[in-house]
């Protein structure tokens, strides 16, 4: 898949290990999160988080984009 967009992400550390699994070489992830789960997530070993971008007229609702890291892509 060129990339997977997810919202609601309840178990991250399962969506993140399917992902990588189905993303293509180039592909992304994009996760619709709030502002405390994108921080966790970003911390996500072997994989490579752009900056969160947020959502219009949204407080505390954010984009997170990633990638796996090319060393741990299977």
């Known amino acids: 898949a060129d990339f997977i967009a997810a919202r609601a992400v309840g178990s991250y550390r399962e969506l993140l290990t399917w992902c990588r699994k189905i993303l293509s070489t180039s592909g992304l992830v994009i996760l619709w999160l ?3 789960d994108a921080r966790t997530v970003a911390h ?3 994989w ?5 971008i ?3 007229n949204s407080t505390r ?4 984009i990633g990638s796996p890291e090319r060393a741990e892509r299977r």
């Open 34 to 36: 709030g502002v405390e």
């Open 44 to 46: 996500t070993s072997a």
């Open 48 to 52: 490579a988080w752009q900056e969160q």
């Open 54 to 56: 947020a959502i219009p």
């Open 61 to 64: 609702r954010v984009l997170l």
